[in-house]
């Protein structure tokens, strides 16, 4: 459904052969499915009643730490004139708009899904479920953005996904109520 | 694992796969224990034990609904409790934005009423009563002010029944006595 959106309205990137953005595509996507692999597991176990008593949510800031740690070795490499180009790319605010904005199709099939289940901590499972719809939104985007350099990824991808994740913590008392 | 847990488990799981008696059987005994459960949260939050009522229909209809979400791997007895709790702290939250919700009167009924005299008067019987001897002013405070009866004072004071009485009717004496005097001044 993400994958349709971002296909339709902004087309996928044309530079796609080359060795070089092959190799950033497949990271991106790493980083966004390791993302919702994680928060789906969490997910899962947070719909049942008693789910977040066994349940930490650490593992889930997993792929964010190691795409941070990444950005830093990166930046530690590149002098440190070309810092501001590496984070603010080109299309930060075009990525920073479009993230939120594919979510609202996968959120809203995750909240769904969730209040077919029954979680018992409401805020928690909203997060996780803005988590996964974040983490596929950018998924998606990869597909789209041409911005390769590890520090945007981080930065922009990271901090939107991340933006996802606390609305759907604010949304989630309100829209999970069984 | 309680004999509770065993006994619930094999109802569930037979309810689970489709007995219809089990299932009955798994929500009468449930039912009685939410019952329990609850009485004791809403006393412990200071809200009414009448309420109870409500949230355990609440929670046996949760738990009827919601039974394709319990693991049979897992325990039953933290599932029911995870439910039980939250329907519990969503019922209290409900309801506290209600009573919150105190109707916005006419700013003359502010002024309407002046409660200094019943204030004042409280304070000055206490003023005299500090005058009396020990025994009276027990089984006056007993008997006028809190409405005990007279055997309970009598308790309370550690005097015997007529004991109270006779010191009653001599402290109101003397009360009056001494509001005659200090009236006169």
Redesign the interface.
């Known amino acids: 459904m993400a994958l349709g959106i971002t296909l339709v309205g902004l087309g996928v990137r044309t530079d796609l052969m080359t060795a070089r953005t092959l190799a950033f595509l497949l990271l991106k996507l790493a980083f966004t499915v390791g993302i919702v692999g994680v928060a789906s597991i969490y997910l899962t176990r947070l719909s049942r009643p008693g789910g977040d008593k066994r349940t930490s949510s650490i593992s889930a800031a997993m792929p964010f730490a190691a795409i941070v740690l990444l950005a830093v070795i990166s930046l530690g490499f590149a002098p440190s004139s070309h810092w501001n180009k590496m984070v603010m790319g080109d299309e930060w605010l075009e990525c920073l708009l479009s993230i939120p904005i594919i979510a609202i199709v996968p959120f809203a099939a995750a909240i769904w899904a969730v209040r077919r289940a029954a979680p018992t901590n409401l805020a928690r499972t909203g997060a996780f479920a803005g988590l996964i719809a974040g983490g596929v939104s950018a998924m998606a985007y990869a597909l789209h953005c041409t911005d390769d350099s590890l520090p945007f990824v981080a930065v922009w991808y990271g901090g939107t996904i991340v933006l996802c994740t606390l609305a759907g913590a604010a949304l989630g008392p309100r829209l999970l109520r069984w | 694992m309680t004999t509770h847990e065993i006994e619930l488990k094999t109802l569930m799981l037979a309810s689970l796969d489709g007995d219809a008696a089990s299932h009955r059987a798994l929500l009468d005994r449930l039912s009685r224990r939410l019952r329990a459960y609850y009485k004791g949260k809403l006393a412990g939050a200071g809200r009414s034990a009448g309420e109870a009522e409500d949230l355990v229909q609440e929670a046996v209809l949760?738990i009827h609904l919601?039974r394709h979400?319990?693991?049979p791997a897992e325990l039953l007895t933290?599932?029911v409790?995870?439910?039980a709790?939250?329907k519990l702290i969503?019922f209290l939250r409900r309801t506290r934005t209600l009573q919150a919700d105190v109707p916005i009167d006419e700013a003359d009924a502010m002024m309407a009423h002046d409660d200094n005299v019943d204030a004042e008067s409280t304070y000055d019987v206490k003023r005299l009563m500090e005058r009396l001897p020990k025994n009276m002013r027990c089984s006056i405070e007993a008997v006028k002010l809190d409405g005990l009866s007279i055997a309970e004072a009598a308790e309370r004071c550690g005097i015997t029944e007529s004991g109270v009485k006779v010191n009653i009717h001599r402290g109101l004496k003397a009360l009056a006595t001494v509001i005659a005097r200090e009236t006169r001044t």
């Open positions: 949760a919601k979400t319990y693991d933290p599932w409790h995870a439910i709790r939250y969503d």
